[in-house]
T-cell receptor, first 117, second 112 residues
Framework: GAVVSQHPSWVICKSGTSVKIECRSL??????MFWYRQFPKQSLMLMAT?????????EQGVEKDKFLINHASLTLSTLTVTSAHPEDSSFYIC?????????????FGQGTRLTVV | GESVGLHLPTLSVQEGDNSIINCAYS??????FIWYKQESGKGPQFIID?????DKRQGQRVTVLLNKTVKHLSLQIAATQPGDSAVYFC???????????FGIGTKLQVIP
């Protein structure tokens, strides 16, 4: 299967600072990437859909000015958590899909554990 | 819709037994379903998928059953092994687009 890599795997930052998380598709071109957030013992909740070269589409209730998404190339999407607060501490996961036809699964990164102190 | 903040249900099975994990989906327009396995601290890993024009699909040691009438999906794992211990999520999407909605998830604990 295709490989999606996230960096960093974990990060600790101070409240009020910004953190950037990268999501890379290593062996295919990802026309679409998705960003999810997962709190402990809960399911993955979709935050936004990122299309290469265009603005991201955010799910209801997700602040686009707080969670900045950039998808500048077919292999890289970034999520920046701006002015992070402790309640933003979570597991952030990206997935990527390429032009591989309909009804194919998206491939997930290994996730990034963000802790805001 | 989004998954709410519920704690994950847990299924405990004896090693070697078969496991059945159930999932109810909400969108009758969903036409593609996937089961994912998530180990602690890792991203979801694809297990098996099924399209809505099928009611059963088999993989290696896993079988997915789909009942569209009652919007129910199940994952059967044969001869469950300790390495199968993880959280299992069903996911649905519609229109052949890879945007998926995840179910609540079930934690599978395998007792040696």
């Amino acid at each position: 299967g295709a490989v999606v890599s996230q960096h960093p795997s974990w990060v600790i930052c101070k409240s009020g600072t910004s953190v950037k998380i990268e999501c890379r598709s290593l062996d295919f071109q990802a026309t679409t990437m998705f960003w999810y957030r997962q709190f402990p013992k809960q399911s993955l909740m979709l935050m936004a859909t990122s299309n290469e070269g265009s603005k991201a589409t955010y799910e209801q209730g997700v602040e686009k000015d707080k969670f900045l998404i950039n998808h500048a190339s077919l292999t890289l999407s970034t999520l920046t958590v701006t002015s992070a607060h402790p309640e933003d501490s979570s597991f952030y996961i990206c997935s990527a899909s390429g032009d591989r036809g309909l009804y194919t699964e998206a491939f997930f990164g290994q996730g990034t554990r963000l802790t805001v102190v | 819709g989004e998954s709410v903040g519920l704690h994950l249900p847990t299924l405990s099975v004896q090693e070697g037994d078969n496991s059945i994990i159930n999932c109810a989906y909400s969108n009758s327009a969903s036409d593609y379903f996937i089961w994912y396995k998530q180990e602690s601290g890792k991203g979801p890993q694809f297990i098996i998928d099924i399209r809505s024009n099928m009611d059963k699909r088999q993989g290696q040691r896993v079988t997915v059953l789909l009942n569209k009438t009652v919007k129910h999906l199940s994952l059967q794992i044969a001869a469950t092994q300790p390495g199968d211990s993880a959280v299992y999520f069903c996911a649905e999407n519609s229109g052949g687009y890879q945007k998926v909605t995840f179910g609540i998830g079930t934690k599978l604990q395998v007792i040696p």
